[in-house]
């Protein structure tokens, strides 16, 4: 390999034709790029949500006074939850020990007795199943709103309206449905961008060295940036026909609305894949073997991605160590971007300091791959 010429245009022209001739004749490139990312979306918009809608809550309803059957039928009419009505708390006492429901709400036998009698003490007993403890929180957030509507049909029957000292009116800013899909979508892709792209170069290097051809690679002038630039480039336009595609569905069959504008969602795709394609190349060159390249992609990249990019799990709440080691992910700054970019539009004080990062980060693995692949066919 000595005595080789400088970069040749022309041979990175020819490599990365090769190479995307290499893609239109391997199924599989394609299956990656284009029904991956379809399936995985799908999954995560329809399979994943945080909304807590229509949980079953029993109704123990030992009174069946005028104000208890008023209470009761608040419930009823409630979106948030499905109501399972009985007379005894043992009714549904099983159904809340096996899960069957996440909450029990006991409208005692004197109920009625003490609303009528005007002299207060009137009580409810709310009981939640506290293994989970943000439904349970969602279970007494909702039997405080059916307080809250009985009180208020309760005086308009009779009249008068309820005089409170503080009135409350919430105002959601960038998400005003507050639907977790909103949310979820846009890590989502980025999740979804993280193992398309690790994926797709994981298996090229290692590819030419199971096929035998990188003995021939080696036996021609082609320099280490020329090889570089030719596993790289075809399968950016790749991952990027993908991301497009994810982007379309998010927007035109899922309703997700986008904020921002098209060349910042592709200035922080194209960062972002630098950092992807450049940990599936390097995983490539080290170990030679396809499969051992694609099953270390999966790892190195999806696992991080999910549990440690702030889409799921809220990095703030997470222990001082990890939260260092969540500086290390590129997804964390991608999916921070994606949100920003969906929910808010183009906020510069967010999408600026997280677009440096993913530079730094593509920098990174892209030049660790370089130095990889230098001892492998220079040395």
Same mark, same amino acid.
């Given at each position: ?64 006074? *005028? %104000? #208890?059957?008023?209470?009761?039928? =608040?419930? !009823?009419?409630?979106?948030?939850? $499905?109501?399972? &009505?009985?007379? @005894? ?65 309760? *005086? %308009? #029957?009779?009249?008068?309206?309820? =005089?409170? !000292?503080?009135?409350?009116?919430? $105002?959601?800013? &960038?998400?005003? @449905? ?202």
């Amino acid at each position: 390999m000595s005595g080789r010429s400088g970069f040749s245009f022309r041979r990175s022209c020819a490599l990365c034709l090769k190479e995307a001739r290499q893609i239109m004749r391997d199924p599989s490139s394609l299956l990656i790029a284009i029904v991956l990312p379809v399936g995985l979306l799908f999954i995560f918009g329809f399979g994943i949500s945080l909304d807590t809608n229509r949980l079953g809550v029993g109704v123990v309803m030992e009174d069946h006074g *005028a %104000e #208890a059957v008023r209470f009761a039928a =608040a419930a !009823a009419g409630s979106p948030y939850i $499905r109501p399972v &009505f009985a007379n @005894t708390l043992a009714e549904v006492e099983d159904d809340l020990r096996l899960a069957r429901l996440r909450g029990v709400i006991v409208i005692p036998a004197d109920f009625t007795a003490k609303v009528e009698a005007g002299r207060g003490g009137a009580q409810i007993q709310v009981l939640t199943d506290g293994s989970e403890p943000n439904t349970a929180n969602f279970v007494s957030s909702y039997a405080y709103g059916l307080y809250e509507s009985w009180l208020a049909s309760r *005086a %308009e #029957a009779n009249g008068v309206s309820v =005089a409170q !000292a503080v009135t409350l009116e919430p $105002r959601y800013w &960038f998400n005003p @449905t507050t639907i977790s899909r909103n949310y979820l979508i846009p890590g989502s892709i980025s999740v979804v961008m993280t193992i398309i792209g690790a994926l797709l170069t994981s298996l090229v290097v290692a590819r030419e060295w199971e096929r035998g051809t990188m003995e021939a690679l080696l036996a021609t002038p082609v320099r280490k940036s020329e090889l570089l630039l030719s596993k790289t480039l075809p399968y950016y336009v790749l991952a990027m026909t993908a991301m497009t595609i994810c982007v379309l569905i998010a927007i035109f069959i899922m309703d997700v609305p986008f904020r921002g504008s098209i060349p910042a969602m592709f200035l922080a795709s194209s960062l972002f894949l630098g950092s992807s394609l450049g940990l599936g190349l390097l995983l490539s060159t080290l170990t030679r073997n396809q499969f051992n390249a694609a099953q270390a992609a999966l790892n190195a990249a999806f696992l991080p991605a999910v549990l440690l990019s702030g889409l799921i799990f809220e990095i703030a709440s997470m222990p001082a160590v990890i939260q260092a080691v969540t500086y290390l992910i590129p997804a964390r700054y991608f999916v921070k971007a994606l949100q920003t970019l969906f929910q808010a539009g183009d906020v510069a004080a967010i999408l600026v300091p997280n677009l440096l990062f993913l530079v730094v980060s593509g920098i990174f693995w892209l030049g660790l791959t370089a130095i990889k692949m230098r001892r492998r066919l220079d040395g």
